[in-house]
């Protein structure tokens, strides 16, 4: 299958401070990515999605402002926490496709965050 | 929205026998995806199957479109095995460019 890669895999950053994280399909060209995350023993949860060039979409409860998502290539997305808190510590994961090839997407390998 | 609910939560076997996962979700969908999970986070797509059934390995997944429900087998299994089973399904059942909708996932332990 497809190539998504993430970074960084995992970071621990003060409260108050923003984290930025990557998601880059390695080999297609990723119209839409997702963007999930996971708390500790709960399900994935997604948290919004981005098309390639437009503004992304976000899901109820997930704050626009704070998780700040960028999609300007069909190889790149990025979800930046800004002014992170403990409870914002989470499994994030990304995940790309190409929908005009097939439904499948592809997950990044994720990103630990633990908030301080 | 979609909803799914698999069975069982939690699952220990002995090395070699035949294992099964089940997954049911409530709105027709165009496809039904299979999930693996290791302790590390990381995830795995196993299989993205709209109909019938698909193998891989010692892996068979199948799926009924009809009753909404959804299996994964493992054959002969090995203590590699060991992780946590997701069946995920497209949040508003068709197809496109949707978000997923997970199951709480099926916590597998094969013993050596």
């Known amino acids: 299958g497809a190539v998504v890669s993430q970074h960084p895999s995992w970071v621990i950053c003060k409260s108050g401070t923003s984290v930025k994280i990557e998601c880059r399909s390695l080999?297609?060209?990723?119209?839409?990515m997702f963007w999930y995350r996971q708390f500790p023993k709960q399900s994935l949860m997604l948290m919004a999605t981005s098309n390639e060039g437009s503004k992304a979409t976000y899901e109820q409860g997930v704050e626009k402002d704070k998780f700040l998502i960028n999609h300007a290539s069909l190889t790149l997305s990025t979800l930046t926490v800004t002014s992170a808190h403990p409870e914002d510590s989470s499994f994030y994961i990304c995940?790309?496709?190409?929908?005009?090839?097939?439904?499948?997407?592809?997950f990044g390998p994720g990103t630990r965050l633990t908030v301080l | 929205k979609n909803e799914v609910e698999q069975s069982p939560q939690n699952l220990t076997a002995q090395e070699g026998e035949f294992i099964t996962i089940n997954c049911s979700y409530s709105?027709?969908?165009?496809?039904l995806h299979w999930l693996q999970q290791h302790p590390g986070g990381g995830i795995v797509s196993l299989f993205m199957l709209s109909s019938g059934k698909k193998k891989h390995g010692r892996l068979i997944a199948t799926i009924n479109i009809q009753e909404k429900h959804s299996s994964l087998h493992i054959t002969a299994s090995h203590p590699r095995d060991s992780a946590v089973y997701i069946c995920a399904v497209p949040r508003a059942g068709g197809a496109g460019a949707d978000g997923l909708t997970f199951g709480k996932g099926t916590h597998l332990i094969i013993q050596p």
């Open positions: 709105v027709g969908i165009s496809a």
């Open positions: 995940s790309g496709s190409d929908y005009g090839a097939s439904n499948e997407q592809f």
């Open positions: 080999d297609f060209q990723a119209t839409t």
